[in-house]
């Protein structure tokens, strides 16, 4: 048989944690994958759920990239009426923003923030600094209560009644690592449920969204979309989209009170079970690989016919056809095959987590996910194949 192309598949090694130098918080690094997103954005706004009273409306904004490899999911939101790009970022606690005095040559065509046309900003008098993507990101601290995203204003509490809360907790980027110079988007909006990046953080994306909305509503949902299938990416902020799943929603345990880390029961590829006990898979939206250990993947890969491992970098002849399945909840969800292969090759990478995994976007295109930090769980269901 002749192999016309290697392609590398994107269940692939390594994991570095405890990258920072200071003692500040845990941080992680990932290996950065350029990021190809469009900047046309179909937002659409539709009212939500009306069961719980004093909530905001539930709000549906669209995600979707044009060139796109599925690299990366954004939306639009406004600072102070400012639009900005901003992906999406579930294994990130910080929402960052460059700011007017960013000289890094990361910032030179993004659109930047000056806080002197906000006046909801209020200065925290504090810098932070951290590794995100690879490279270090430094600022100063701020608040606003002029953050929109598609309707949806992050920190402001008006509907509730509780006005005058800090508002949302934001970061203005000085420097940008060299990473970011030719994604299209400007800044990162993470959805993780703390921040534990930087000292003493007030409210972020995903606290003010418990502030926001009662009980049940206190979620967002995410269905991620496929290039390949042309179907579409979706945010729901304080609430679910029930049209873009069939089925039950299965939930499961968050088990980590920052980051949205779940048990996984089981992995299967060809229909053979493998021994991998004990794991926990970390849902990241901002990355598109499945993450593992090497070891993991080499056992993952030993079950593909004429995968070849160099140095912890697995190739397999295209024409390769496998099956693999993800059990979370008692429940396998299919990977679609097309999610697994890619042509971007990983650095290597030291290993330091023997149990962790990271779920990108591989993962998320197959399902649809409901986060729930009030209630500490994840759903998780089979995504309704009849829309796109
Ligand atoms: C999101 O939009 C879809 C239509 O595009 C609608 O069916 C659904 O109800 C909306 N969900 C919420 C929570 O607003
Ligand atoms: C923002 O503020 C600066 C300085 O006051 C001003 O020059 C600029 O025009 C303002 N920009 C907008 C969009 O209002
Ligand atoms: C920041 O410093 C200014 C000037 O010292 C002070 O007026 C303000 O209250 C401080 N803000 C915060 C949030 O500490
Ligand atoms: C809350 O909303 C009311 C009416 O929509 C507005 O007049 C008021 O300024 C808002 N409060 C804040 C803190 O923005
Ligand atoms: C950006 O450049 C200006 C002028 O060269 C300088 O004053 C300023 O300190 C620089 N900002 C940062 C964050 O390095
Ligand atoms: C799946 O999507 C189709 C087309 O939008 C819709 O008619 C159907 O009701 C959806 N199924 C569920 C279970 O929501
Ligand atoms: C594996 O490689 C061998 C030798 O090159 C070839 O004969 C065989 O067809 C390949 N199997 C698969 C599944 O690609």
Excluded at 66 to 85: G, R
Excluded at 108 to 117: D, T
Excluded at 362 to 383: C, E, P, R
């Amino acid at each position: 048989m002749q192999i016309r192309h290697i392609f590398v598949l994107i269940i692939s090694i390594l994991l570095l944690v405890n990258a920072l130098p200071t003692k500040s918080s845990k941080s992680y690094t990932i290996p950065l994958k350029k990021k190809r997103i469009s900047n046309s954005l179909i937002l659409h706004y539709a009212s939500g759920p009306s069961n719980a009273i004093n909530i905001k409306r539930a709000t549906n904004v669209s995600l979707s990239d044009e060139f796109s490899h599925d690299d990366a999911y954004f939306c639009e939101i406004t600072l102070s009426n400012k639009k900005f790009n901003v992906m999406i970022d579930t294994g990130f606690g910080d929402f960052i923003i460059p700011s007017v005095n960013c000289n890094s040559t990361a910032c030179e065509n993004k659109v930047k923030y000056n806080p002197v046309n906000d006046t909801t900003f209020r200065t925290r008098n504090k810098t932070f600094g951290y590794v995100y993507f690879g490279g270090y990101v430094f600022g100063i601290r701020g608040t606003t209560t002029s953050m929109n995203i598609n309707g949806y204003n992050s920190g402001l509490n008006n509907d509730t009644g509780i006005i005058g809360n800090s508002g949302l907790d934001f970061g203005l980027v000085d420097v940008l690592p060299n990473n970011f110079e030719f994604d299209e988007f400007d800044g990162i909006l993470g959805l993780a449920s703390q921040n534990e990046l930087v000292i003493q953080p007030e409210e972020n994306f995903y606290e003010n969204i418990q502030e926001d909305f009662s009980d049940p509503n206190q979620i967002f949902s995410l269905k991620i979309g496929r290039e390949a299938d042309g179907t579409e990416s979706e945010l729901t902020i304080g609430g679910i989209d029930q049209s873009k799943y069939t089925g039950e929603l299965f939930l499961t345990e968050v088990v980590d009170n920052v980051y949205w880390s779940i048990r996984l029961d089981g992995f299967s590829i060809n229909g053979i079970s493998l021994d991998f006990q004990g794991r926990i898979g970390k849902i990241v939206s901002g990355l598109s690989p499945i993450i593992v250990p090497f070891d993991d993947a080499h056992k993952i890969y030993q079950q593909i016919h004429n995968a070849t491992d160099n140095d912890g970098r697995f190739t397999m002849p295209c024409e390769n056809e496998f099956k693999v399945k993800i059990k979370i909840s008692s429940v396998d969800f299919d990977i679609d095959l097309r999610d697994l292969i890619d042509v971007q090759q990983l650095n290597d990478q030291q290993i330091c987590n023997n149990n962790g995994w990271i779920l990108g976007t591989t993962f998320l295109k197959n399902v649809y996910s409901v986060y729930d930090g009030s209630n500490h769980k994840i759903g998780i269901a089979k995504l309704n194949k009849s829309i796109t």
